[in-house]
């Protein structure tokens, strides 16, 4: 097909594509990533959108208390991307601002090709301050972030056109940031028109072309303006007089604007769906429960699939097979990443950590309610079941946002909790949580741990890439697990109570449910280890099977896109 020809246009705040380009912050640029590659192997006629972030999120460094310290990251766009020479112009504080675009082709595995464009304002003939609105990755103040998201949502579109994508019909928002595509879109409706009043077909026009994916279960978690700023830095608009549908109590709420003029909206798990319904009240919103690519299986458990399991790349519900390779091979896979991570671990701390004692992980975003503590809640407690039950290890990871003082706290609680513990738990925070950190960590660790709360977790992806990789996980309750979990035979649940939406958290009773199955988790490991490793095998087979980007590709392209 002329690749000019394409329907669907997919934006997003960030997308993580490589280790070394530093464009996303998280499990909400992975997924992003995740979804383009899956695109391509699936020929999806996408094109994809996000900006370029010239410093990236942040360089995290750790100091000996586990205080974090931020540096912009060091990259150079041209070792990855193409820029373009096709400009759009965009109105920010009645400044004209110029925006290019860099491209950078994914290839899906038959050759198709997703080319992803890269917003970049640091331009010669933009203004000082608007040359570095493409830098940051949420960063600054409200009115940088509104910046940004005019530039990705209305210069995204513009630029689209530029470059003569004309034939896109569907505009799929990965979160609000991206939201104010829509004006654009009502902007190209008027274009012909003498008369310039929004009409009702109007906005049936532009809700027919939009698709909506919101991740966030907290109302504090979606981008708001007020309408002072808005007013001030977008400029006039007709659409911004439109109470209820750009504009509600004075402020402009992306995650509304988003629900208000699309014909499909969903959350990203059954639980998750449930949850943005009820915030959401008079809008429909479905679920399509996220999943990730197969780029995270690691190369050791890749090569034991493509023994047992020719193809499984290019269907990965195939993968249910897993249940038919040998045990022990499945073990012997899952030590060689395990080698790779314990000798890096090593390598970099001096802290002798070994390959035959149980290693626990879990790396997210460092924010209060994932609660990365709560395993080192009870130091005492852990101390008695590493001398009682079995040895165990732990290796943490994740940045706190910059302005996140509680975020950073938690990192610092977790650094003393480990020198409390010292050699009898050994415990290590990696510092720069990113790709290269995640792949070892998935696929190396013996179980993951996933702590957050109910019902503030989304979706969560992590557990995903490890189960793909023969991982099993022990976690609380929410987002995918409670679709995923199935006691001791995909891994085991802390707080049962949550999966029937019982969400009222006692920190207090989830510590004891977290310590009574991982004294259970640690006998399997070292008392039990054929069982231990069944749940291996059915973490790949019944998890690794359904919650992957394949599966979530079909229900988009049948339920949103075509």
Not at 275 to 297: C, L, P
Not at 341 to 348: A, K, P, S, T
């Amino acid at each position: 097909m002329d690749e000019k020809d394409r329907k669907v246009a997919y934006f997003s705040m960030e997308i993580g594509l490589e280790d070394a380009m530093p464009t996303y912050s998280g499990g909400l640029g992975i997924l992003a990533g995740d979804t383009i590659l899956s695109a391509a192997d699936f020929r999806i006629p996408m094109v994809a959108v996000s900006l370029l972030h010239r410093k990236g999120y942040f360089y995290q460094r750790l100091d000996k208390d586990g205080s974090q310290i931020e540096e912009p990251v060091a990259w150079r766009p041209n070792d990855f991307a193409v820029p373009l020479p096709e400009r759009a112009s965009i109105t920010i504080e009645g400044r004209p601002v110029q925006v290019r675009a860099w491209r950078y082709d994914v290839t899906g595995a038959g050759g198709f090709v997703v080319p992803v464009f890269f917003l970049d304002t640091d331009l010669e003939d933009n203004a000082d301050e608007d040359r570095t609105l493409t830098h940051y990755l949420y960063g600054l103040d409200k009115r940088y972030r509104l910046c940004q998201e005019i530039v990705l949502g209305i210069g995204g579109v513009r630029l689209l056109r530029a470059l003569g994508y004309t034939s896109l019909n569907r505009f799929h928002m990965n979160e609000g940031h991206a939201s104010l595509l829509t004006l654009e879109l009502l902007d190209e409706q008027l274009a012909d028109r003498e008369n310039e009043k929004i009409t009702a077909e109007d906005i049936a026009a532009v809700r027919k072309q939009c698709v909506f994916t919101t991740h966030t279960p907290v109302a504090a978690g979606h981008d708001r303006f007020d309408m002072k700023l808005v007013r001030r830095v977008l400029g006039p608009h007709e659409a911004l007089t439109l109470d209820g549908v750009f504009c509600c109590d004075q402020t402009l709420n992306m995650t509304y604007l988003a629900l208000n003029l699309s014909h499909y909206v969903n959350g990203v798990a059954k639980k998750h769906g449930e949850v943005s319904q009820k915030m959401f009240e008079g809008y429909k919103i479905d679920a399509i429960t996220n999943g990730i690519h197969h780029r995270w299986v690691c190369p050791p458990m890749q090569s034991l699939f493509d023994t047992h399991i020719p193809g499984w790349r290019d269907d990965n519900f195939s993968l249910r097979y897993a249940l038919s390779i040998p045990c022990q091979k499945v073990v012997e896979a899952h030590r060689l990443a395990k080698r790779e991570l314990i000798n890096d671990i090593n390598r970099q701390t001096n802290l002798g950590f070994d390959m035959d004692v149980l290693t626990l992980g879990f790396a997210r975003r460092a924010t209060a309610y994932k609660r990365g503590d709560l395993l080192l809640s009870r130091p005492d407690e852990l101390s008695r079941l590493a001398k009682e039950a079995g040895r165990l290890q732990i290796v943490y990871s994740g940045k706190a946002h910059p302005q996140d003082h509680e975020g950073k706290a938690l990192i610092k609680r977790i650094f003393t909790a480990s020198q409390e513990l010292g050699d009898v738990v050994k415990v290590v925070y990696l510092p720069n949580y990113e790709m290269t950190i995640a792949r070892k960590m998935v696929a190396g660790v013996d179980v993951w741990l996933n702590t957050p709360q109910p019902p503030m977790e989304a979706s969560g992806t992590s557990g995903m890439k490890a189960a793909l990789n023969g991982v099993p996980s022990l976690s609380v309750l929410d987002g995918w697990w409670i679709e995923g979990c199935i006691e001791d035979t995909t891994g085991w649940a802390i707080g049962q109570t949550h999966r029937y939406g019982h969400d009222k958290v006692d920190p207090a009773q989830d510590a004891d449910d977290l310590y009574r199955k991982l004294e259970h988790v640690i006998n399997l490991f070292y008392n039990d280890h054929p069982a231990f490793c069944q749940v291996m095998q059915h973490s790949i087979a019944l998890n690794g099977s359904f919650f992957n980007t394949q599966r979530m590709m079909q229900q988009y392209v049948l339920k949103a896109y075509f």
